[in-house]
């Protein structure tokens, strides 16, 4: 049972546009979200996170907002860059800690020259 | 460079040999954490550790797995008697705060 999803497991984005990557939750105890990026042969590497209390956090061309009604958040990348292709996992944990991350399956995004 | 090591980067092995992973924390890290991603999926927790300790082991998926860690520092993945099954991808991470900092990971291949 995934506490964690990302229903698209990919996405094609063209360069210039706005990718819009999203994920749900079923554990309304979730209070933390972050979103890592991961590359082939890399560990994954963290993009940006959002803590309950906000509905959205911005850095640069990375925002993510969250809605904790529909347990549901979305990253937006805005304007998409090639070499913003990667797989983008989802994580929420209880607390800000981190011993509880939960992860989500992923969703490759590609952008297209 | 100061960011989490893992070794081997690749390893493959026979089915039902044991191996050993290894993880080198960024130094000063008191959390040590254990995934793997098997192929097409997610990633999926395994342990974790504060210091020595490991506080939760839920994710080890048999008792075949077990993990230790000395000194608050390095740390070992061991899997015993390993299966087909076995064979993914096994990221550490490490964090003094919120934040994961994953090392590259091992492939293991188990045939």
């Known amino acids: 049972d995934q506490q964690v999803k990302q229903n698209s497991p990919s996405l094609s984005v063209q360069e210039g546009r706005i990718s819009i990557l999203n994920c749900d939750y079923t554990?309304?105890?979730?209070?933390?979200f972050l979103w890592y990026k991961k590359y082939p042969a890399e560990g994954p590497t963290f993009l940006i996170s959002?803590?309950?209390?906000?509905d959205k956090n911005e850095d640069g061309r990375f925002t993510v907002f969250l809605n904790k009604s529909a347990k549901h958040l979305s990253l937006h990348i805005v304007p998409s860059q090639p070499g913003d292709s990667a797989v983008y996992f989802c994580?929420?944990?209880?607390?800000?800690?981190?011993?509880?991350?939960?992860f989500g399956p992923g969703t490759r995004l590609s952008v297209l020259p | 460079g100061a960011g989490v090591s893992q070794s081997p980067s690749n390893k493959v092995t026979e089915k039902g040999k044991d191996v050993e992973l290894r993880c080198d924390p960024i130094?000063?890290?008191?959390?040590l954490y254990w995934y793997r991603q098997s192929l097409g999926q997610g990633l999926e927790f395994l342990i974790y550790?504060?210091?020595?300790?490991?506080?939760?082991k839920s994710g080890l998926p048999s008792d075949r797995f077990s993990a230790e860690r000395t000194g608050g520092s390095v740390s070992t993945l061991t899997i015993q008697r390993t299966q087909q099954e076995d064979s993914a991808v096994y990221l550490c991470?490490?964090?003094?705060?919120?934040?994961?900092?994953f090392g590259p990971g091992t492939r293991l291949t188990v045939l």
């Open positions: 550790f504060q210091g020595n300790s490991a506080p939760d």
């Open positions: 554990n309304s105890m979730f209070d933390y």
């Open positions: 959002i803590s309950s209390i906000k």
């Open positions: 994580a929420a944990s209880q607390g800000s800690y981190g011993q509880n991350f939960v």
């Open positions: 130094s000063g890290h008191t959390a």
């Open positions: 991470a490490s964090s003094r705060w919120n934040e994961q900092f």
